[in-house]
């Protein structure tokens, strides 16, 4: 049986799945292949899915959403909310003549399905489940026979309050009442480290008792003009009582959370994390330090592009009966190598040696290999590498990425070389957790507070990296690179030759590598003033 499952709205993904082998085929993403970011899904990602399926799918399925604009209330498919009975539509549907299954779950359960089926917890262990983003705020419960327990709505919208806070400071943020920008949750993340420690002052505790409460529904619709008299209106992200103010609604949001945790969730059972919020890289490692869990799992897709997948498992679950499925981080879109350019370019077959020997000398380069990543973060095959030692470095590429200057670049890691350079032991394929820095030489990768968010990698989960790591280690010292993602600024990965080349060129890259291609950049004045701006 194979289950084909599309997520409409932002971050569109389309997946597929074996059932009967209970394996992930693909799981596309719409702004991947230089689209805008949180795209919808494009008519280009529905032939290139369709493409790699070699008849009709037996289950075409559809991932919750609802309508905007006129048609504001009405759902698309099983809608956004819901766990229980009513909350899954079953059917059939006609595809180019053909009948097939039709099913639908609803948005929440998409989110806890992906979860669910992607952890490397055996079905039928129990598991908690927490689920934050823009709208939820809620804690599940998964028995032995795979049924769904609410057990409480912690607080509304945590992920709209965490963007909220973000507009309200920024002096650039004009968007009318009720829209909020997606990509500032991950700034807000970035300056709380900046925050001095410390209680909310009044000011403070004034904003967070307004942004907490539990039943507060209101707050999509608020426009930040409501607080011109606040002090922290326009007062600029980068000013140090809005960094101290980011840190504590932070911390008070995580501690809401937390105290009901370690309240009610004492069984022991191992917790699940899923929605946006779930790449927040400090609160991830706060809950693996409480202790309250034997295990603490976060998919790589945890927010909506895992959407699809998760329906899919649904799908797979109502269908077979079983929510478990193998799967592969670089399920992506595979690259497309078109026809570029050669002028200016020296070509050579893939060489670690000479690459690490690149890196070495402070050489900026663009990596590419196989199928890109599920989810947003660069795993290694769609990324910008570089050496990790120089804060020169950390600059240069925020200059590169086309961000502001107080974003932390993240690190790859060999694996079992982890706990020299880094607190946290335990493997972190994803880049989902913050450790405490412990090499003074990675200046690159030190975000202003000591921490990081570094991606472990192993032989088996990343040949070609795991070897580019190893040689840049034996001439280099470490097994440590600057990670960070292969994308024009606003758009998802880059996903063709052709593109990646206009890149390199616009932004000062100084090589590429594209599988067993290492593309050289010559030198010209041009690309000198380049790499001196960028």
Known sequence: M???????????????????????????????????????????TVLDAAGCLDALPDVIAISGWYKSGIAGNSSVAAGYCGIAQGSEVVGEKTIFGRKVHFYSSTHERSHLWSAFGMSPFPEGMPCYALIWEGEFGDFYE?????????????????????????????PKFTLPKGQLRLEDSGKLMALGAFGEAGSPDQDEQALIDFLLPQCDSTLPWMSKEDWRNSPYYNIGVTHQKFTNLARRVSDAIFDAFYTFAKKNLTKGFPLLISGGCGLNCEWNRRWVETNLFSDVFIPPCTNDTGSALGTAVDAMRHFTGNAKIKWNVYSGQPFVVDEIDRTGLEVYPLDYDQVASELLDDKVIGWVQGNCEIGPRALGNRSILAAPFSKATHERLNRIKNRESFRPIAPVCLEQDAALHFDLARPSPYMLVFQKVLDSRLEAITHVDGTTRAQTVSREQNQRLFQLLTSFKTKGGVGVLCNTSLNFNGAGFINRASDLLTYARAVGLDAFVINDAFYLLKATPRRASIRQKG
């Open 2 to 44: 194979r289950i084909m499952s599309f997520k409409p709205g932002h971050d569109s993904a389309i997946a597929a799945l074996d059932a009967s082998a209970a394996e992930l085929i693909f799981s596309y993403e719409a702004e991947k292949d230089s689209f805008p970011r949180y795209s919808t899904i494009t008519p280009t």
């Open 142 to 170: 998964f028995d032995e026979h795979l049924q769904i327990v609410h057990l409480a709505k912690v607080m509304v919208s945590p992920g709209e309050k965490y963007r909220f806070l973000y507009a309200l400071a920024d």
